[in-house]
C-alpha cells in the first residue's frame, strides 16, 4: 500500500469486511450516480484522517469542493452536522478508500493528503497569528497566511471542533514524512495548547513533532519543540522533567541562534524556579538577557526570581519595567500575568493589602479572557491575602473557586488546593 493510504491507519476495506450487503450495495449505486467531479472528491476527502471535518476543507482538493458537498449528502455518501460539518459513515468511508485505491494514482492519494495536512497547518496558524501574536517563530507560513479576523478567544473557539483532528493529521503528516508540515502545526498549536491547558493534545503532537525534527535534522525545530514540551511539564508542575527538555534544547540549538538560545535558558530558568533552584535560575535569565537584549518580558521572569530571593525593591524594579512593556505593547494577558507578580511579591514582601489589589485587577483580566489555569493560580493567591488581612471568608471563596477550576482540569495542583480549602475550614 502506498504512504498515503498507510498515513490513514490503512482503513481499507475489503468486499468482505462489510457487514451489510444491501447498504454496500446502496452505497455503490449512489456512487456511480454521482458527477465525476463529486465522484472524485468523495474519494479524496476519505483520505482525511479524522472522523469528521469542515466542509471548507473541501475547498482545497477541487475549487468547487465546497458546492460539491451538497451533491455527496443528497447521494447518502457524507452526513452533515452542525456548524458546516461532515462526516462519512464507517460504510462510506471504507467503500470511498476502497473505490480511491482502484481508480487514483498514489501520487494523486499522497497529493490529497499532502493538501489536507497543509490546510489544517494553515487553519492553525492563522488563529495562532491571534492567539500568539507576540511570539516568535520558526515557520514561514507566518509570512503568507492571513491572521484569523477575529480576538483570541473567537480564535481558539474556531479551532476547538478539529482538536482530534490536529493530533490525527499530525500523525498521518509524520507517517507520510511530510516533517515540514508537523513541524509547522506544532507550532502554530502551541498557543491553543497552552490558553486551554490541553495537556494530552499538546503532548501527543509536540512528541510527534521532535521526532520529525530530528528525522529531518533540524537543530533549530528540535530546540523550539523540546521547549514547547518542557513548558507543559512546567504547567503540570513536573519541574525535573522540563529541565531535562530544556538542558537538551539548549544542547542542540545551534550556537548562532541567538534568539533560539535566550528562549532554551529563560525557560530553563523557570524550572529552576520550579525546583526552588533560585540561584541557578538567575544565572540562566542573565545569560538569556545577553543574548536577547531588548526582550523587557525577561525583566519579569527575573522579579519573580528576585522576589523569591528576598530582593524585592530589585523585584519591584524590574516588574515597573516589565508592565510598562506590556502596557505599551497592549498585551493584556502579559499584563495580568505581571500584576499578578506584583500581587504575589507585596505577598513575599509582607503587604497583603497591597497585594489584594493588584492581584484583583489580574483576576479581572484572567476572567475575561478564559484563563483558567492562571485564574487558579490568582485565585490562590488572593486566598493567602485575604487570610493574611483576617478575612477568612473570602479566602475561603477564593480557595474554593481556584480549587473547582483545577478539579475540572484534572490539574496536579488540585490536591494542594484541595488540602488549603480544608485547612481554611
Known amino acids: 500500500m502506498d504512504t498515503a493510504s498507510g498515513a490513514v491507519t490503512q482503513q481499507t476495506f475489503s468486499e468482505g469486511s462489510i457487514a451489510s450487503v444491501g447498504g454496500a450495495q446502496t452505497v455503490g449505486v449512489s456512487y456511480l450516480s454521482l458527477p465525476p467531479a463529486a465522484a472524485r472528491l468523495y474519494r479524496l476527502l476519505a483520505m482525511h484522517p479524522g472522523a469528521d471535518f469542515d466542509g471548507r476543507l473541501a475547498g482545497a482538493l477541487d475549487p468547487q469542493g465546497e458546492n460539491l458537498l451538497g451533491t455527496l ?23 470511498a478508500l476502497q473505490q480511491s485505491d482502484r481508480t487514483d494514482s498514489n501520487a494523486d492519494r ?29 515557520s514561514p507560513r507566518y509570512a503568507h497566511v492571513p491572521a484569523f479576523p477575529g480576538d483570541e478567544s473567537e480564535a481558539m473557539d474556531w479551532l476547538e471542533p478539529d ?19 508537523v513541524l509547522a502545526l506544532a507550532e502554530a498549536l502551541w498557543g491553543l495548547h497552552f490558553h486551554r491547558a490541553l495537556y494530552a493534545d499538546w503532548k501527543a503532537v509536540d512528541e510527534i513533532a521532535v521526532r520529525a525534527a530530528i528525522r529531518r535534522g533540524d537543530r533549530r525545530a528540535e530546540a523550539r519543540m523540546r521547549c514547547q514540551l518542557g513548558l507543559r511539564h512546567c504547567e503540570l508542575d513536573d519541574f525535573a522533567a522540563a529541565k531535562e527538555e530544556f538542558t ?23 524550572a529552576h524556579y520550579g ?3 533560585y540561584d541557578e535560575a538567575l544565572a540562566c535569565v542573565e545569560r538569556a538577557a545577553a543574548l536577547a537584549p531588548h526582550d523587557r518580558l525577561l525583566s519579569h521572569l527575573r522579579a519573580r526570581i528576585l522576589a523569591a530571593l528576598g530582593r524585592h525593591d530589585e523585584a519591584f524594579a524590574d516588574l515597573g519595567t516589565a508592565l510598562k512593556h506590556v502596557q505599551d505593547k497592549e498585551d493584556r494577558y502579559h499584563e495580568a500575568l505581571v500584576l499578578t507578580s506584583v500581587g504575589e511579591t507585596f505577598l513575599r514582601a509582607g503587604e497583603p493589602a497591597k ?5 484583583a485587577r489580574a483576576l479581572r483580566v484572567m476572567v475575561e479572557m478564559h484563563r483558567m489555569v492562571p485564574e487558579a493560580v490568582v485565585r490562590g493567591l488572593l486566598s493567602q491575602a485575604h487570610e493574611r488581612l483576617g478575612d477568612r471568608a ?23 488546593a484541595r488540602q488549603r480549602l480544608h485547612q481554611l475550614g
Open 248 to 270: 537538551a534544547a539548549i544542547a542542540v540549538e545551534p550556537p548562532d541562534h541567538q534568539q533560539g538560545l535566550a528562549t532554551d535558558l529563560e525557560s530553563l530558568a523557570l
Open 110 to 138: 499522497l497529493a490529497a493528503l499532502t493538501s489536507i495536512v497543509w490546510w489544517h497547518v494553515d487553519r492553525a496558524t492563522a488563529a495562532d497569528k491571534v492567539i500568539s501574536p507576540h511570539r516568535w517563530r520558526l
Open 73 to 95: 449528502e443528497e447521494a447518502g455518501l457524507l452526513r452533515a452536522a452542525h456548524g458546516g460539518r461532515y462526516s462519512y459513515s464507517a460504510l462510506a468511508h471504507g467503500h
Open 355 to 359: 497585594a489584594a489589589a493588584e492581584l
Open 394 to 416: 473570602v479566602a475561603r471563596d477564593e480557595a474554593g473557586r481556584a480549587h473547582a477550576i483545577l478539579h475540572v482540569l484534572e490539574h496536579p495542583r488540585e490536591t494542594v
Open 275 to 277: 525546583l526552588g533552584e
Open 163 to 181: 482538536r482530534a483532528n490536529f493530533v490525527q493529521v499530525a500523525t498521518a503528516a509524520y507517517e507520510s514524512e511530510m516533517d515540514d508540515a
